[in-house]
Structures are given as C-alpha cells and as structure tokens.
C-alpha cells in the first residue's frame, strides 16, 4: 500500500501529467458533446471552489460553512455589472475577483478574533445573510433573479468582439484553473504556505517564531475569497443566470464536503473531490435523489472512515518546500555558520535583554512580582523555582503572550513591554514551549525550516509566480536547515512527519526551529524534559551552540544535573520573587532556595 | 407609540424563544466545550413530527410528545455518533463537521420524506387572532403563552443548575470534565443527560417558533440556530441569565429594524450584532473573561 502511495505520488506530481491532461480537455472539448463540456465547466468551478474552501479551512485552518457567500460576491457583481452597467466581461471579472477579495478581507477581522464553534457560526451567518441580500435586494434582482446575462448559450458573450460559444469558455476556465493551481503549488510550498499551516496548528507558536496571525488569517480570507469569486464570476456567464437559490448553505456544504472528502491541505485531494461530486449526480440517478442525505451521512462519518480523504488514501501528502530548492548538487552541502568570537568576557558584555521590575497579576493572583533580569551574549542563565513560581509566566510576558502589569522589557536597547509576541519574534527573541508545538503533518525539514521565517523577504506574489529571488532565499533556508539538523543528530528522520516520531524528537526540533530562527535571545522552557540520556547530550551540544554563537540564552529547567553541566549563572524564583542569584554551587547551599524546594523554615536549616 | 410599543413585546416573545435556543447550546457547550450544529434541523424535525403525526389522525399532544422523545433521543445519538469518536481529534474541524451533517441529514431526510414545500402548523395554543389589550396595546395571547412557556423554563433550568444534585454535576462536569470524573461524578450520564435536554429544548423552541410563523419546512433552523447562537453570545456564553437577556435584546432589536426600517434588513441584524459583540466584548455581556493557558 505504502509503495502504491509513494508510486501514485511520484505519478500525479509529474507536472507533464497535469500538461497532458490540460492538453487533451482543451482538444478533447472540441470533439465531445455540449452537455460533457458544459459538466466540464462545472468540474473547473467546483475544482476553483474546494480549492479555495482548501486554502482557508484545511492550510490555514480557518473553517468556513459560509463559502456560497464569496461564490455569490463573484457572480452578482459580474452579472450586475456586465448586464445592468454594460461593463466589458473582462474587466467586470477582475472587479469581482477584486471585490470578493475584499469581502473577504473584511470578514477577517472580526473572524480572525475567534476559533472554533465562533467561526463556525460567523461564517454560517455569513453565508446566511449573502443568501438573505441576494434574496431581498433589487439590484441583484431578488427572489426573481437575474436573467440575460451575457453566456455562450444566450449566444451573447463577446469579448473584444470575439463570440465566445460553450467550447471557447470551456477553454478559458480551463486555462483559468490551471493557472490558479499552479500559482497555489508555488504558494503552498513557500515560507507563505507554511505560515498559513503554522497558524492551523497554533497560533501561539506561530507567534513565537514571527508570523503575525491577524496577517494571515486576512491574506487566507482574501485569497480564498478572490478563488470562489473568480469562479462565481465565470458561473454567471456559464449559466447566464443568477438566482439566490444557487447560493443557499447547500452550496457551502457541496464545497465542504468536496474538499473534505477529497483530502483538505493536499493540492491533489479537491481536485479529485471537485471531480467525484461533480460526476456522481450527473450519472448516478440515485445519488442525485439523495444528494443531500448522503452528503449529510459523508460530514458525519468522514473523520472515522477516512480522515484525509482520498487523497490520503491513495498518495503521499503534500511537501510544503519548493521541490526544486531541495534538488541541489552534494557538493553544495551545508556549510556551517561562521561564529563571531567576542573578545570580552561574558559578564563584562552589555546585556541583550533586561528586565527591570517585572510583575503580572491574573485577576488578583499575582505569578511575578518585581523580578529583574540582565541576559548577556554567550551566556547561559537558568531559571529555576518549585512549580507555580512564576518561571512560565516569566517566558509569557518577555515572549509577548501575556502584557506585564508593571515593569520594563529592553530588548536590543528597545522597550518591547506590550508588543505583540510576532513582533517580539520578529526583532530576534525566540521562546521554546513546556509542551512542543510542531505543524504535526510537517515533516521535521519543514518545522525547522519554519524557524527561518522572520528572515524570508519574498512577497507572496514572488512566491506565487516562483521568481528566482524566492528560489535562492528557499535554497539558503534549506541548506541552513540542513545544517541545523546535523547539528541536532535529526539527519536521518529530516523527511519525516514530526507526527510520527517519539516525543524526545519534537523536543529537539523545537529547540533546532529556535536556532534556526538565528535568533538574539533564546527563551527555553523546560527542553530537557522527558529526553533520553542520548538525547540529553545532544539538547546540550545545541545550546552550548547558542551560547558559542553569542546569543544570550535563558533555561528554564528543573533536571540539575543537565542545568548544573551548562549553565553560567542562576536565578531561583519562588511566589514571583527573586530568591537567589549567582553561581549553582551557592544556590545548593542557599537557606532560601533549601526552603522553597522542601517546605523546611529556615530557622530549622543547620 | 403603540406600534413600537407592539414591536418591542413581540421582540421580547420571539427574543425569549431565542433564549430556548440558546439554553439548549450552552447545555451542550458546558458539558463537552462542543455545541451541536444539528440543533436547527432537531428544531425542524420536532416541529415536522407533530405535523405529520396530526395528520396521520393523532392528538397534537401526543404529536409534540413524539416529536420532544425523538430530537432527545437523536441529540444523545448525536453525542455517541458524532461527537465522541472523534474527541481525540485536535482542532475544531472534527466536531464542527460531523454535528453539521447530522443536521443535514435531517434536513435532506425530512424534505425527501415530507416534501421541500412548507407544512402548515395548527395553532394549538390559542389561535392567532386571540388578544389581550393592555393599555390599549393588543397582545397576541399566542405570544404571551410562549413568552410564559419559555421564560418559565429557563427559571426552572436555572433552579436546577443552582439547586439539585444534578445540575451541581453538570457544573463540574462543566469546570473541569477530568476532574469531576476523578471525584466520582458519573461524567458519562451527565453528558448524556445535557444532550438529550439540548434536544428536548431544542423541540419546544422549534414548536413555539412553528406556532409564530404557522408553517414549518425542511429548511427552518439554520436561521433560528444562528439567532439561538447569537442570543448566547450577547449574554455570554454559559450564562442562563446572560441567554435570556441576549435573546430578548436580539429579539427587540430584530423587531424594531423590521418595523421601522425593513423586514429585509430585520435578518442582518443576528448577524451585525454578532459582528459587534465579538468586537467590543467577546465574552458577553455576563460572561467573565477567560484567561488562555499557555
């Protein structure tokens, strides 16, 4: 079976497959029946349209049950324009794909503020009230509809003078869905693609290494809205007629159920689903009858019977790195990062980042009270305390998660009190988690590669079109990437899903992102928890890396023999206070520390 | 005067059933952290089932006692099919999807099996024309039984939740499911219990609305369900008080904007308050804000 999936995702990969298949639709259009061709069409605007519910729901993770609404955007505002404006069809195209966008844009920033049942229920509602416009409005032609529409069968579609007939727009959407999935590949497998999975997984650790959630939740929603809208836009000149009832839930479901069934985050999955569903109701009485049973009784059991859907069935998923990046010479292998060697002694450095008086209170709890803290390059301080003692919420509030309640943050010279955690990533303070958080369908490459992102320049429209610029910057990243994983001892599972490793694994990937990151503070959160013996060694050899490298680095841990073999300098919290500073040898002896950890009053301490 | 005075009492009436909508998703919400998207179409069903047992030569009352047994039953049905199996499933995707097609289902089952077409439904409680004049403002009577039947059973399920045994279950169940199995409360039951309530309230909601507008069809909860939604998210979530208050300030609302504006305009409202409570205040006008663990 394994050996089918990798055969079958050698085969549909090969990009002359897809040139073959374009090839033989565009002649084999001319020679087949009108009623195939028009099914043809449909099969081009149900591929744009799970291709587009794809990009949001199943890469960036944002469900929508709402999506008939970007369809009807598309179509309305092309047919308005072109039947009731007399707007040329072309450019009437571009506004409409221009306005779903928008729409799309717009709906981000209130649906960007929530998750799950939220979401779910906004773009219902969405959905919900496009269906309600559409109905009521005049200029969309209310429960009538809008009729006379310039299409091919009307024989009425002319663009620049030239009689557009069935076959002809056949071509054009053809044409038009070639593009748009060539453009999405590109996309998807560049620093942009992975950003919008790194949101899916978790925004928090998205935020962590730099990427600004509110930024691609409003770049997912425009995308994918600008998709369904350039297929709205093509449905209303291929039926020349436009009533609400062609933009009901029913139609967010079919999407759904499209993608879902197909293979949600894979390039191939919706385009099979698109093709399925477009070919059972045409062909198969019975399942036309029961069409919205069974598309009922499929959302209900999918996740049992076939999570990935069939593209998970039969190939491999989706990589996520331009494939030709990772084609490249041995010779060309990773060379290590020069490392710049300080003259000064490390305590004589000025510190990288200080924290003066730091205090966080949840709702009259107080987790720190007046803790201050001087991190300098080529230094490793650890961060000790019992649990509760505010070690995390240190991390938290430095990291941007929480805003201190009082007290300053100078990073760089800079106060970042209250920036946001992406901001914060991005000006070089990287943070571990207690529990790791990975993309868990990106293989180890990917994650680590995903470490790199506050250094990636490329806008999206480079990534898209694959300009050479974005190549040589994904070329670098890998074989930085590279570089990275010899160092951590992951050569050998580099190509494989982080899911499907050991714990210790994701341990040492989290810690490699944060140094690919090439950051200037680390901020590590218990890494060595949970590691084997072997992989103790190695988490050490990385962060003696760190240190070599001249960041400053921060290690919350409570292994001591791990702590005591590394690190320079430590700091004991208790109840968000500072009991002890300085050398590890004073912290075992230090009264105060011997009472935190045993509960032992210090009069009782000989 | 009088006829804004009509508005906000007819607000408040359909408001306290949005308020039935909403109490039956909190139940839910508090026991699993999930919400049952097939909440509109068991809505429908109670609603079709009555009908159709009515036809078929029955008491109405037996038809809505048919019709409250089954959408409780195809709640809890729900929890086992949709829910639980796939709890294991990280992200909001799984549970999200499949109570959707539970809904679906029902929604393609009833309009393949009882026709597309709307069904009319006999007033049982009064007829439409009965009125009471209070100050000489009409009162539908029709409307004021249903603002006694729903607000009478939202107090009763806020005695329940403060005052039994059960309800006190349910609450922990709620703070913290692990936990509340550790001290021996039977999780399982409870959540179980909650859904078939959800239902429960999701049928008498369905059947009181079915009474207002005098027709149900196939298609009749998703608006509802999303008004339920938002009445819940006004008030904040889980908050039995915060769902009365949501529901009748979206019920008010609604009904002023049809009134005055347009009835066209009266469906945007559910969702622009959405829009600006999610904005403004995200956990509600009776919620209280949560901190994210990190």
């Known amino acids: ?606 | 005067m009088i006829f804004a005075a009509q508005l906000v009492f007819a607000g408040i009436c359909v408001g306290a059933v949005y308020a039935l909508i909403a109490l039956g998703l909190n139940l839910t919400f508090w026991a699993t952290r999930t919400m049952n998207f097939a909440q509109g179409s068991l809505m429908m069903l109670c609603a079709v089932i009555a009908v159709g047992v009515l036809s078929g030569g029955f008491n109405i009352y037996l038809g809505l006692f048919a019709g409250l047994a089954l959408t409780g039953i195809i709640a809890a049905a729900t929890e086992a099919i949709a829910i639980r199996p796939i709890a294991h499933l990280t992200g909001s995707m799984g549970w999200v999807v499949t109570t959707l097609g539970v809904g679906i289902f029902l929604q393609g089952f009833v309009s393949k099996f009882f026709g597309s077409q709307a069904l009319a439904f006999p007033s049982f409680l009064f007829s439409a024309r009965d009125y009471v004049s209070v100050f000489g403002i009409r009162l539908s009577a029709q409307y004021m039984i249903i603002l006694a039947i729903a607000v009478l059973l939202v107090l009763l399920f806020e005695l329940f939740l403060k005052r039994t045994a059960w309800g006190r279950a349910l609450q922990a169940v709620a703070a913290d499911q692990d936990l509340a199995a550790v001290m021996g409360i039977p999780v399982r039951v409870v959540v179980t219990l909650s859904f078939i309530a959800s239902g429960v309230l999701a049928g008498v909601a369905g059947v009181l609305v079915a009474q207002i507008t005098g027709t149900v069809d196939a298609a009749f909860g998703f608006n509802l369900l999303i008004s339920g939604f938002v009445a819940a998210v006004i008030g904040g979530m889980g908050s039995t008080w915060g769902a009365l208050l949501g529901g009748i300030f979206l019920g008010i609302m609604e009904k002023l904007v049809g009134g005055y504006i347009s009835t066209a305009a009266e469906q945007g409202i559910a969702f622009a308050l959405l829009m600006v409570m999610l904005a403004v205040r995200p956990e509600g006008l009776l919620g209280e804000k949560e901190f994210v663990k990190v």
Request: glycine residues 10%.
């Open chain 1, 1 to 606: 079976m394994n050996t089918f999936r990798r055969l079958m995702g050698r085969v549909l990969g090969q990009s002359l497959l897809a040139l073959a298949i374009v090839v033989a639709l565009w002649f084999g259009a001319g020679l087949t029946d009108r009623g195939t061709v028009q099914l043809l069409s449909f099969l081009m605007l149900n591929i744009l349209l799970a291709q587009s519910i794809n990009l949001l729901t199943g890469i960036a993770g944002q469900i929508s049950l709402g999506h008939a609404g970007f369809f009807a955007v598309g179509a309305y505002v092309a047919g308005v324009l072109t039947k009731t404006h007399g707007v040329a069809v072309p450019l009437a195209m571009v506004i409409a794909i221009a306005a779903s966008a928008l729409i799309g844009w717009l709906l981000a920033i209130p649906a960007g503020r929530v998750r799950e049942i939220y979401l779910a229920m906004m773009t219902t509602g969405f959905g919900l009230l496009c269906f309600e416009i559409a109905k009521e409005w005049s200029v969309t032609g209310g429960v009538v509809g809008l009729s006379g529409i310039a299409s091919p069968t009307l024989r009425s579609l002319q663009v620049f003078g030239w009689m557009v007939d069935t076959v002809d727009l056949f071509r054009v959407m053809l044409v038009a869905t070639a593009i748009v999935l060539v453009l999405m590949r590109n996309f998807v497998q560049s620093h942009h693609g992975r950003s919008f999975f790194a949101v899916q997984a978790s925004e928090i650790a998205a935020g962590s290494i730099g990427i600004a959630r509110g930024q691609v939740k409003r770049r997912a929603y425009a995308i994918s809205g600008a998709m369904a809208g350039l297929a709205g836009a093509l449905y209303a000149h291929l039926v020349g007629y436009l009533g609400p009832d062609s933009f009901t839930i029913t139609r967010s479901v079919e999407v759904l159920v499209m993608a879902i069934v197909g293979g949600m985050g894979t390039i191939i999955g919706p385009i099979l689903g698109a093709a399925l569903f477009t070919w059972l109701p045409e062909r198969l009485q019975i399942f036309a009858e029961y069409q919205f049973m069974v598309y009922g009784l499929i959302l209900m059991l999918i996740f049992l019977v076939m999570r990935r859907g069939i593209a998970g069935a039969i190939t491999e998923p989706t990589r996520f790195i331009a494939p030709r990046a990772m084609k490249r010479r041995p010779d060309d292998a990773g060379k290590p990062v020069t490392l710049q060697a300080e003259s000064n002694a490390p305590q004589n450095r000025p510190a990288l980042l200080e924290v003066h008086d730091l205090g966080r209170n949840f709702a009259g709890l107080v987790a720190l009270d007046g803790v201050s803290l001087a991190l300098r390059p080529g230094q490793i301080t650890a961060l000790i305390g019992p649990n509760g003692s505010g070690k995390s919420t240190l991390v938290n509030v430095v990291s941007g998660i929480y805003d201190p309640s009082r007290g300053r943050i100078v990073l760089g010279g800079d106060d970042i009190g209250g920036e946001a955690d992406h901001a914060i990533a991005r000006r070089g303070l990287i943070r571990t988690f207690q529990d790791p958080r990975l993309v868990p369908c990106f293989t180890v490459r990917e994650n680590i590669l995903l470490g790199g992102q506050r250094h990636f320049r490329s806008s999206m429209l480079a990534a898209a079109l694959h300009f050479p610029s974005t190549l040589r910057e994904e070329i670098a990243m890998v074989r930085r990437a590279e570089y990275v994983m010899e160092l951590a001892g992951l050569g050998a599972v580099a190509d494989q899903p982080i899911e499907s490793l050991p714990y210790g694994y994701r341990r040492l990937v989290e810690v490699g992102r944060a140094i690919m990151a090439d950051p200037v503070v680390v901020l590590l959160d218990e890494p060595a928890a949970g590691l084997s013996e072997a992989e103790l060694g190695r988490l050490a050899a990385m962060i003696r890396y760190l240190r070599d490298a001249g960041k400053a680095v921060l290690l919350i841990e409570h292994h001591m023999d791990f702590v005591n073999d590394i690190v320079d300098d430590v700091v004991v919290l208790d109840s968000g206070r500072e009991i002890y500073r300085g050398h590890m040898q004073g912290m075992r002896a230090n009264p105060a520390v011997r009472a935190a950890y045993l509960g032992v009053s210090q009069d009782c301490h000989a």
